[in-house]
């Protein structure tokens, strides 16, 4: 399994990048590698279902992500929780803590399996997950420059 965490600070209130960060039907305008939702059931919170593709080292696997669930944190803050399954399986957590200003810190953190057909298309892991590890960090630089301009 390949593990990986990402933080960025983003120049808004919680409120605001929990909004755009949890719209399912906007996750690909941000998320590097998502396609656009195929099929969407929920608005982004506990118990959203969303069908969609995703490309890893190339090849497109179908992917069903999960809200698992959505709390508030004892800092002020957010928690989501998501599973995905499909030929990449794994998990996520999205914490957005309140940072000063009127900041938030967003931090992302991923646990998944690399699927056989991308292994054998690189045929070495870890060039799998140094590219997953970088897909990360400009997925949440994505998400800061389409929350900040809003």
Do not use: C
């Not at 992500?65 to 803050?77: I, L, P, S």
């Amino acid at each position: 399994m390949g593990h990986i965490k990402v933080s960025i600070p983003i120049d808004a209130p919680v409120e605001r990048v929990v909004e755009v960060a949890s719209d399912p039907r906007q996750w690909a305008a941000w998320w590097v590698n998502l396609g656009e939702a195929e099929k969407i059931e929920g608005d982004g919170g506990a118990g959203t279902v969303v069908e969609h593709k995703y490309l890893m080292a190339g090849v497109p696997f179908h992917v069903t992500t999960r809200v698992t669930g959505r709390e508030e944190t004892a800092g002020g803050g957010q928690r989501a929780r998501i599973e995905f399954e499909g030929p990449l399986k794994g998990w996520q957590t999205w914490d957005y803590e309140p940072g000063g200003n009127g900041t938030t810190l967003v931090t992302a953190e991923f646990e998944y399996n690399v699927p056989g057909s991308a292994v054998g298309k690189l045929a070495d892991q870890l060039i799998i997950e140094r590219m997953q590890e970088r897909a990360r960090q400009q997925t949440l630089e994505n998400l800061k420059l389409l929350v900040e301009a809003g």
